[in-house]
C-alpha cells in the first residue's frame, strides 16, 4: 500500500521466499508484482542492528553468504508476528500446563487440569478470529457432553494482504502431497474490482486422502 502511493519500501525477509509458508509458486508470483510495482526485497536476510540516524533509521543486513548490507530509511515497521502473554494470569498456580507459550489441550481443547477448556490464540494453533470460534464450538460441545469432531487445522482458510493478496484455504506447501498444475480462475470480485485478469492459482491434493484432509 505504501509503494503504491510513491513511498520506497524495502521489505527484508529471512527466508528465502516472502511467503514462506505459502507454495513457492505463488510466493514467486508475489515477489514478481512487488518487483513491478518497485518494491526492493532483500530476501534470505536478516536484521543485526538498528541504529538511529538523524533522518530516521539506519539498518544492518547480513544475507545468507555472509554479505552486509545497509538500508537507510526514514521509518522502520516491524512486522515478525505476534506472541502470546501468559505469565501472571494465574496458570502455574492451577497446574495448567504450558509448552513454548501456549497452553497445552487435546483435540477436545481440555487442558490438563479437569473442567478448563482453553481456545484462540493462547493455544498452539493459527491465531486466526475463526480459527479461535471454531476451537469454541469444539469445547462448548463437548462441554454440553457431546462427541464433537476435532478441528481441522489443514482446511483453514486465511489470506495475505496485499497487491494482489494471497488467499486459499488447508494446505499451503507441498509436504508429501501432489500438486496438479497451475492456472487462473476468472470472474471472482475481488480479481475483477482489482483488474487482475487472471490470477495464479495452485491446486494441492492428497492422492492417499479424496478429502484432502485428515
Wanted: hydrophobic share 40%; charged share 20%; net charge neutral.
Amino acid at each position: 500500500m505504501y509503494a503504491r502511493f510513491g513511498t520506497r519500501v524495502s521489505l527484508v525477509e529471512a527466508q528465502s521466499h516472502l511467503l514462506p509458508l505459502e507454495d513457492e509458486d505463488v510466493s514467486k508470483e508475489l515477489e514478481r508484482a512487488f518487483r513491478r510495482q518497485g518494491i526492493a526485497m532483500h530476501l534470505g536476510a536478516r536484521v543485526e542492528s538498528v541504529k538511529n540516524t538523524e533522518t530516521g533509521v539506519r539498518v544492518g543486513l547480513l544475507d545468507a553468504a555472509g554479505n552486509v548490507t545497509t538500508l537507510d530509511s526514514n521509518k522502520l515497521l516491524v512486522a515478525i508476528g505476534r506472541t502470546t502473554l501468559l505469565d501472571n494470569i494465574g496458570l502455574s498456580a492451577a497446574n495448567i500446563a504450558t509448552s513454548r507459550g501456549r497452553v497445552d489441550v487435546d483435540a477436545a481443547m481440555r487442558t490438563s487440569v479437569p473442567g478448563v477448556y482453553a481456545v484462540g490464540d493462547i493455544v498452539a494453533s493459527p491465531a486466526l478470529a475463526h480459527v479461535a470460534e471454531m476451537e469454541g464450538i469444539v469445547a462448548a460441545d463437548h462441554i454440553a457432553g457431546k462427541d464433537p469432531d476435532s478441528v481441522t487445522y489443514k482446511a483453514i482458510p486465511s489470506c495475505t494482504y496485499g497487491m494482489p493478496e494471497v488467499a486459499g484455504p488447508g494446505w499451503r506447501r507441498v509436504d508429501g502431497v501432489h500438486k496438479y498444475g497451475r492456472g487462473g480462475i476468472l470472474g471472482l470480485a475481488t480479481t475483477l474490482a482489482k483488474r487482475y485478469q487472471s490470477p495464479p492459482t495452485s491446486i494441492i491434493v492428497d492422492s492417499s486422502n479424496p478429502r484432502g484432509m485428515p
